[in-house]
C-alpha cells in the first residue's frame, strides 16, 4: 500500500519536472531505530558521485525493494561498496575500527 502511494506521489512530482525522489515523499526512518550502519553513513563525508548506467527495469525494481525496506538506494550502494572493499582487504581513510584498534 505504502509503495503504491510513493509510486503516486513520484509521478506527480516527475510530472511537474521534479525529482523522482523528492524528499518531501521518501519514506522516513525513526530516529529511534538507528543502526550501526546508519551512524557510519552519518559520520562518512559524502562529497564524491558515482554515476552508474543500467538497464531502467533493473533500476526501477531495485528502487522499489529499496523503498519497500525503507532504506534509500544510496544507503543500499554505499553499504554494497564497504562490503566489496572488506572482501578484498581494501583499506580506506575513514574504514572504522575494531576493539583491537584494526582496521575492521
Do not use: W
Not at 49 to 64: G, H, M, N, S, Y
Amino acid at each position: 500500500m505504502r509503495v503504491m502511494a510513493l509510486r503516486a506521489a513520484r509521478l506527480r512530482h516527475r510530472s511537474r519536472g521534479r525529482s523522482l525522489f523528492c524528499k518531501q515523499h521518501l519514506p522516513r526512518k525513526s530516529p529511534f531505530t538507528k543502526t550501526f550502519d546508519d551512524e557510519r553513513e552519518d559520520m562518512e563525508q559524502k562529497t564524491a558521485r558515482l554515476t552508474v548506467l543500467i538497464d531502467p527495469t533493473k533500476k526501477d525494481a531495485f528502487e522499489q525493494l529499496c523503498a519497500t525496506q525503507d532504506v534509500t538506494p544510496s544507503q543500499v550502494v554505499r553499504q554494497l561498496i564497504r562490503e566489496y572493499l572488506d572482501k578484498h582487504g581494501i583499506t580506506y581513510a575513514n574504514q572504522p575500527q575494531n576493539s583491537n584498534g584494526h582496521h575492521e
